[in-house]
């Protein structure tokens, strides 16, 4: 019998160019929930797209930070393959923007502040990334986007999404030259011109995500991606006050985080964070995680309650078929004892079988309390990888499904400038 993935898919959260989400279980824990991410086949089939993918896990893996989805762990079986992550259970960031663009309003200030801090801690914790003997990575995510910032019901936000993450020391191995990787919009100057990539990259991009929820559209945003890309080389930022005339206490950390020229810039995630929320605190402009939280329970309400009646329901309908397969096995060997007798002892001779079946059980409780959820510890980090043991003709089929053998992930490689940070 050849092994299948211990986690199953239950409803879809998300899909892209080369991935689909969903929240899923595994068979034998189906309370604990977990997303998966699963590529599309013809990701899997492209080598480059591959490694790509598990260079995210390997990154992810390796990141423990409140404001980072976790990967547990990934798992390959054959042709499929899928990273297990951590279930935020919320909406992404951008879809927040978006839905209150769609009401000609936008994000309270105070809310989209918090979420960005959280976002830049998250950011931060990237780049001083180390590895196992103390040195920096000098990672940088490449992809900072409001798609890619998951914002929970408990008001945490986590950033997401490390399959362009890039380390950028010397000696480093390297992408597609040439080619530029992320969303347009949120693109550095210096990235755009001369492919230089830096944590000053992810900065600007960071940048353009407030600006954004702040002022409830898009900045750089052209009609086709020469205009996009032409805007974000030439074209200089609106103060946020022109937008909104009451956030001027902000101008000034906004634009220091889009300045086209890095020396200019907010020098890390960090510093931004610093200002923001000194900013923030000046024009009264915090908000807790309590508030974040309630927010987006409000906000997302219709999109959450969805995605639960989809799990409840998935949930429901494996129970009923793992209740379903003991009852056809004892079926079937009351039937074959049924053809025994009748050849032994006759017609008129075979017992009937009577078969009772336990009324189901109610089911588990789907999503534990958010505090619930925030204080539990994260489980290991594991890998699983393919494994496709079968039964012969003379050798029995084992009673439990195989699992797949651990792998490790691969490794992110040392950085050899122990002592230099990345160059700016």
């Given at each position: ?28 824990d189906p ?8 590529p ?19 990154v ?35 879809t927040?923007v ?17 979420i ?27 992809d ?111 634009a ?28 009264g402009?915090?908000?807790?995680h ?24 998935a949930?429901?309908?494996?129970r ?5 397969w ?8 009351a ?13 008129g ?6 078969i ?7 089911l ?7 505090d ?7 489980p290991?980090?594991?890998?699983t ?19 797949a053998r ?19």
């Amino acid at each position: 019998m050849v092994g299948k993935l211990r986690f199953e898919p239950l409803a879809k959260i998300a899909s892209g160019a080369s991935a689909t989400v969903y929240v899923g279980a595994a068979a034998d824990d189906p309370g604990a929930l977990v997303a998966l991410k699963r590529p599309h086949p013809h990701v899997l089939e492209d080598e480059r797209q591959r490694v790509t993918l598990l260079r995210e896990a390997s990154v992810a893996a390796a990141l423990h930070h409140p404001n980072v989805v976790q990967v547990r762990e990934v798992e390959v079986q054959g042709s499929e393959l899928q990273l297990v992550m951590d279930y935020v259970e919320g909406a992404a960031f951008g879809t927040l923007v978006a839905s209150e663009a769609e009401k000609g309003a936008r994000i309270p200030p105070a809310i989209a502040i918090r979420i960005v801090l959280d976002a830049a801690a998250g950011l931060q914790a990237l780049h001083d990334q180390r590895d196992p003997e103390g040195r920096v990575l000098g990672l940088v995510h490449r992809d900072v986007s409001p798609q890619n910032i998951l914002v929970g019901i408990d008001g945490v936000s986590r950033l997401t999404d490390f399959g362009l993450a890039k380390a950028v020391y010397q000696g480093a191995p390297s992408t597609t030259q040439g080619t530029l990787k992320g969303k347009l919009g949120y693109m550095a100057p210096e990235y755009v011109k001369l492919g230089q990539v830096d944590a000053g990259v992810d900065v600007f991009g960071l940048g353009v995500v407030l600006w954004e929820a702040l002022a409830g559209r898009r900045l750089f945003h052209g009609e086709n991606e020469a205009q996009t890309l032409d805007r974000i080389m030439h074209a200089e930022a609106p103060r946020v006050s022109a937008e909104v005339p009451a956030l001027g206490g902000l101008d000034a950390v906004v634009a220091g985080a889009l300045a086209k020229d890095p020396r200019k810039r907010a020098a890390s995630a960090g510093e931004l964070a610093k200002d923001l929320e000194q900013a923030a605190r000046a024009t009264g402009l915090s908000a807790t995680h309590e508030e974040v939280g309630a927010y987006v329970q409000r906000a997302a309400r219709a999109e959450l309650e969805a995605r639960r009646a989809s799990v409840a329901s998935a949930l429901a309908a494996r129970r009923r078929r793992s209740l379903r397969w003991p009852a056809v096995g004892i079926a079937a060997a009351a039937t074959a004892v049924a053809a025994v007798a009748f050849v032994a002892l006759g017609p008129g001779h075979a017992p009937k079988p009577v078969i009772t079946a336990e009324p189901e059980p109610p089911l588990p409780v789907l999503l534990p309390p958010a505090d619930a959820a925030a204080s539990a510890p994260p489980p290991p980090v594991t890998a699983t990888a393919l494994s496709a043991p079968t039964a012969s003709a003379t050798t029995a089929a084992p009673a439990t499904t195989p699992r797949a053998r651990p792998q490790p992930l691969p490794a992110v490689p040392p950085n050899p400038y122990a002592h230099r940070p990345p160059a700016r």
